[in-house]
């Protein structure tokens, strides 16, 4: 697939240069059973280096694309071999193209009503090639949840597109794996928020200077609270570089 796997501080990550892309999401799409991909992000590193659910679901995932720029940084930082980060977003996209020039197919999970059918129309537009075959909007009663993993278990889309509104995010998948045949799913919060054009996307170059968490804090502004867990995760890999645990 020319994808390399290493670890950042006990955390598994994927080395996938966007040439290879194409490649590895074809050989996904080929295989039997229910696949992943996770955007990871810095925090989800930190959180996937405990015990529970989320650590098991990185760990079991079958494409982990760093999405921080501090991944990037502490891999060079403990000279391993330096991943490929990528834009959430643009990865998205690169990924439906993917799919589009071969005519696949795509179930969308997730945004509020309105904007989830402005999504999917601009979705159509945007790939002609590729075939909704289903979608349903988050914040769900529980009720109807049965319902929902039938339709996709029927459905068999190529690919599962999850966005807000799903509580379990990454994990809702991975904790329902057994239910569904041959898809892959793929959790992304602001996919169908700037899809819909209800959310602005971060530009790429305040994502190229690894800047776009100022963009979070002002929609968020206690997410400024996570400078400190930043600086535990630069504490740790000095840890690890000093002690050489290069797992």
């Known amino acids: 697939m020319g994808v390399e796997r290493i670890n950042v501080i006990g955390v598994p990550v994927d080395i996938c240069t966007r040439e290879n892309l194409e490649t590895a999401i074809l050989e996904l799409l080929a295989r039997p ?13 930190l959180k996937a280096r405990q ?4 650590a098991e679901c990185v760990k079991n995932a079958d494409l982990i694309l760093p999405v921080s720029k501090s991944i990037i940084r502490g891999a060079a930082f403990l000279k391993k071999e330096v991943p490929v980060r990528y834009n959430p977003f643009t990865a998205v996209i690169d990924i439906l193209s ?4 071969h005519y696949k197919t795509l179930y969308m999970l ?6 989830l ?14 075939s909704l075959v289903g979608r349903y909007v988050g914040y769900y009663p529980r009720s ?4 929902i993993v039938q339709a996709i278990y029927k459905a068999s889309p190529s690919l599962v597109l999850v966005s807000d509104g799903v509580k379990e995010k990454d994990c809702w998948s991975f904790n329902r794996r057994n239910r569904f045949k041959s898809s892959i799913f793929l959790y992304y919060h602001d996919a169908i928020g700037i899809f819909s054009e209800h959310i602005k996307r971060v530009k790429e170059s305040t994502f190229d200077k690894g800047l776009e968490i100022w963009s979070e804090i002002i929609r968020n502004p206690f997410k400024i609270f996570l400078l400190f867990p930043f600086l535990y995760y630069n504490l740790i890999l000095v840890w690890y570089r000093l002690f050489k645990k290069y797992k």
């Open 33 to 45: 059973g229910t696949k992943q991909i996770i955007f990871l992000s810095v925090w989800g590193l």
């Open 98 to 101: 993917v799919l589009d020039s």
């Open 51 to 54: 015990k529970g659910a989320f």
């Open 144 to 147: 109807i949840e049965d319902d």
């Open 117 to 130: 059918q402005k999504a999917q129309g601009n979705v159509r537009k945007t790939f002609p090639g590729l």
């Open 110 to 115: 997730g945004g509020k009503k309105k904007t």
